[in-house]
């Protein structure tokens, strides 16, 4: 049994990211072994190596060539052997240039570059800029609500506010007509909370979970997607959708790019928001030197990503034997990265157990790096920028009611409520 410590159970982040240990692992073994034990229903694996330095994490984020995404895909948990050629559509799960091993064994026509381009085409900063009115009337419309009913000055961010401020942005970028919207919604959690007891796994005829990404499980997406791109086709609109259904992909292509913007585009801010609002209500005497201006929005943004990175791990497999930070790594060896950890790294940031922001540079990892960076990030910033600003005029104080309810994930920083309070009539704003 190790003495290091275990980053790998989904449960022990319901009470956040686990900084002590990831501090100790940076120190002792910054490419830990990590048993990868059956938990919450889920299968034993083989166990992975966990790499918690931000230099090491960007290595291993730049190098497809050693560290694969399309060898085992980029979740922890191994998918279904039958599964992975399905799973490999996705350009998530694909490298620049196909393995080696693979070339000879598949003629794979899904190839990232092409595909990045196609939807780099769609995703612009221009399009995603065009939409930054209807974001703030959105922002404002959902935190005035909040303010206002909010009961003995209470409300619950997270299903007043963010949940549908992220969902409802991305269905208008992407084009999803109103009366559809909820369908991205449950797609997405269904996807991305299936390690949290609060939402039961389907279960296959032995009795095991189905991996919530497998073809069973995403036909009705799919499906959706199809009929959403032919109505696109002839009813075109300045959105992405209409843009990938007017683009050369394939059908199974689009499909995957509908579940990639749906899943990570919602639950990026979905996550983030509420993260970066328990810091700030943890930190007031930094709230109040970001409505002073002795920090910027956007260097504010940047740094509520590094302090609350929406997604916590990603993982690659080794193409090839290696070394990374003095340990061996064997071809075929899961190699996962922890990115809260790299934003914690103090061989990178001064004092990262403090939110400054006003921090610059900040190279923090929680969009990625090297060529499955995220192709939203624009969009997120734009989103959490124009939130944080009406925030600051629509609720000038606000506290933590209790504490936040965390989703029990290894792969997503989730919060599924926050509760704020705001400060009563003639007590003025406090932070």
């Not at 959706?224 to 002839?234: D, F, G, N, P, V």
Request: with cysteine; proline share 9%; net charge negative.
């Amino acid at each position: 049994m190790s003495d290091l410590p275990d980053v790998f159970d989904p449960r022990r982040y319901a009470a956040g990211p686990p900084h002590d240990d990831y501090r100790e692992l940076r120190e002792r073994h910054p490419v830990a072994w990590q048993e990868e034990y059956e938990v919450l229903g889920w299968p034993a694996g083989p166990g992975f190596w966990a790499v918690t330095r931000h230099a090491d994490v960007v290595r291993v984020l730049k190098d497809p060539v050693t560290y694969s995404s399309t060898l085992g895909a980029t979740q922890i948990r191994d998918p279904d052997p039958d599964d992975l050629p399905f799973i490999r559509r996705m350009m998530l799960n694909q490298d620049p240039s196909p393995s080696s091993q693979l070339r000879s064994s598949r003629g794979d026509p899904y190839q990232h570059g092409r595909l990045r381009r196609l939807v780099s085409r769609a995703f612009t900063p221009g399009r995603t800029d065009r939409f930054e009115a209807a974001v703030r009337a959105r922002a404002r419309t959902l935190l005035g609500a909040a303010r206002d009913g909010a009961e003995g000055g209470v409300f619950d961010l997270v299903t007043e506010v963010t949940d549908d401020y992220a969902l409802l942005n991305l269905a208008d970028l992407l084009g999803v007509p109103g009366g559809d919207r909820g369908l991205l919604l449950e797609w997405t959690e269904r996807v991305i909370g299936y390690q949290d007891p609060d939402e039961p796994p389907v279960l296959g005829p032995d009795g095991r979970p189905v991996n919530p990404r497998s073809p069973a499980m995403l036909r009705e997406m799919f499906a959706y997607a199809q009929e959403l791109a032919a109505y696109k086709r002839r009813e075109p609109a300045d959105d992405i959708m209409t843009s990938l259904a007017h683009s050369e992909l394939a059908d199974a292509e689009l499909e995957m790019f509908f579940f990639l913007l749906t899943v990570a585009g919602n639950d990026t801010v979905r996550s983030a928001a509420p993260g970066g609002f328990l810091a700030l209500a943890e930190h007031p005497g930094q709230r109040r030197a970001l409505r002073e201006g002795e920090a910027s929005l956007d260097t504010a943004v940047d740094e509520l990503l590094r302090w609350h990175p929406p997604v916590l791990t990603f993982r690659r497999t080794a193409a090839r034997d290696t070394v990374l930070a003095g340990q061996r790594v064997r071809a075929g060896d899961k190699v996962v990265v922890f990115h809260a950890s790299a934003n914690h790294d103090e061989r990178v940031f001064t004092r990262p157990e403090e939110l400054d922001l006003a921090r610059t540079p900040n190279p923090h990892v929680s969009f990625g790096d090297g060529p499955h960076v995220c192709l939203g990030a624009h969009f997120a910033r734009l989103q959490l920028r124009v939130l944080h600003e009406e925030a600051l005029r629509l609720l000038p104080g606000y506290e933590l009611a209790g504490p936040p309810r965390r989703l029990v994930s290894n792969f997503i920083n989730g919060i599924k409520s926050l509760p704020l309070r705001l400060p009563g009539p003639g007590s003025g704003p406090r932070g």
